[in-house]
């Protein structure tokens, strides 16, 4: 960082911060993420892409396939889970968290499915999309790794 500029990384996390904080309204002339990353045409097709190669990892594979028995509805659960932290209209009402808990997840299950987010969001979005969404999902990973016991509260993706 030359000049005492912030970080790419700080940069994105306070953009995160303003847009969870900001009120939703139709004053808000920017679009959401949600629109930006072509509203649910675009978060199916991430989704697909991104769920069809955790299917095939040898690692998270397993336990991804032995809990879930109806994909599409996975996938349409999933989509509205992410519309939802998008900025975007949804119908989630889950418990995200909770359903985690039996899994026996590690911090090696957390970071495979990162990495996997990550290089699905590359793919499959434009560059100032993807590091929003790779940040929402690392929030969310370390928030969850504490919840189910798999990491503690001083992991830190910033």
């Known amino acids: ?3 005492g500029g912030l970080s790419s990384k700080t940069v994105l996390a306070i953009q995160l911060i303003g847009f969870i904080l900001s009120p939703v309204n139709d004053m808000n002339l920017q679009p959401s993420l949600y629109e930006r990353i072509g509203g649910r045409d675009g978060l199916a097709r991430l989704l697909h892409h ?4 955790v299917r095939q990892h040898t ?5 991804f396939n032995q809990q879930i028995e109806d994909w599409p509805a996975h996938l349409e659960k999933i989509g509205s889970f992410w519309a939802r932290l998008t900025g975007g209209p949804s119908g989630y009402s889950g418990q995200m968290p909770r359903k985690h808990l039996p ?3 590690e911090a090696r299950h ?3 499915w ?4 990550t290089f699905n969001c590359h793919s499959h979005l434009k560059e100032a999309e993807a ?21 503690s509260s001083s992991d830190s993706f910033i």
């Open 110 to 112: 957390f970071d495979v």
């Open 131 to 151: 590091g929003e969404m790779i940040c929402m999902a690392h929030e969310i990973g370390q928030r969850l790794k504490i919840i189910v016991g798999a990491g």
């Open 59 to 63: 690692l998270i594979g397993p336990i």
């Open 114 to 117: 990162l990495q996997l987010w």
């Open 1 to 3: 960082m030359k000049g």
């Open 50 to 53: 991104f769920y069809a190669d």
């Open 103 to 105: 899994l026996g997840l």
